[in-house]
């Protein structure tokens, strides 16, 4: 990729993440890849906020790019470490190797995992608080303010005085690589769409069970004029940057609900009997109106269900008993509903059950602190007959009636 030429003295430097399988952080399917952006800053004194992984190709590709800038890795004299994530700073040890001069500028918290992580002494680094500041020389002025569990406690954001570009690092990041449209207003509208849908499946994958603090983040900036959002994944945001800050404001106040009045439903079926619920299920919800989005598993990926589950105010989770307990794929579904804090939600669970019961004992066990509001549960022994399916049929209708009522 090439360095593109941002405002001012400042550069968008970028690689792409876009194998067939890979996994971002070892868990989350990213089928239209990931971009991971570092921001070159030329005062007097040049520094480079955040890097990129730990590989020979990314690692060639950023140190390629800071030269097309015309100066080369041992003439930078900063490293901004505004996350201590690996995917934005494993290339630091290498760095720290070749440039003996660069000092390494991070939150407090940060100082021991620069040498725990990347081997670099605290001899090397200045830490920063709040509202300290950087003069680079030639009225190029970071200040830095600190977003801790944006998602790492010791996480900061930068901010650029002279050209209002706030460097977000993880906050208001999105999937999706970034080719040679950089920016928003580079984008159609559909492609801009894009980015925020790719934004809500990153948010609910990585950032969700940090709301709380992500609203904190949003608070702590609101006062800083910002004409530019530079987040380390994604697009820069240059025309609306305020669009995907209130995208993000949105995203976080899902966590109390309530969120957007639709569905999603999730289901999984051993041998076709739960299944047989799903068409009336869908049914009942859109006889009133209400849009729902479906996921079987294991077939389909985890992250796009958690996105769903995130947005919507409603789910319907139906799956079979298996030996006294949920089925499994549902069983590891519901379990991430709970490390991700989906909370706040109206909640519907039908499913078949064999020789004995045991999925919904298993299954209020396991939500009992997630403040849902579940409704009593369609069950029913083997295949379902005419009268369970309208059953099932009249409980989606009325968990879509609530809904409706919830987010009115």
Known sequence: MNITKMNGPVYRLGVNINEKGYLFEGLWPVPNGVSINSYLVMGEKKALIDMTQETCTL?????????????????????????????????????????????????????????????????????VKDGDTLDLGGGQILTFYMVPNVHWPETMATYLESEKILFSCDAFGSYGTVEDAVFDDQLSEERAVFYEEEALRYYANIVATFSLFVDKAIKKIADLEIKVIAPSHGIVWRKEPQRIINDYKRYASYANGPAEPEVCLVWASMYGNTEKAVAPLIRGIKKEGLDVKVFRVPQDDLGHILAASWRAAGLVLAMPTYEYKMFPPMAQVVEDLMIKKVKNKKVLRVGSFGWVGGAEKDFRTRTEKAGWDIMDSVEFQGCPNEENLAQV?????????????FTA
């Open 393 to 405: 049929e009249e409980a989606a209708g009325e968990l879509a009636r609530r809904i409706k009522e």
């Open 59 to 127: 690692m060639d590709s950023l140190a390629q790019q800071i030269e097309q800038a015309g100066i080369s890795p041992d003439q930078l004299d900063y490293i901004i470490v505004n996350h201590m994530e690996p995917d934005h700073s494993g290339m630091l040890r290498d760095f720290a190797k070749t440039n003996k001069k660069a000092r390494f500028i991070c939150s407090e918290k940060a100082v021991p995992l620069l040498d725990q992580f990347c081997s670099i002494p605290a001899d090397r680094v200045d830490s």
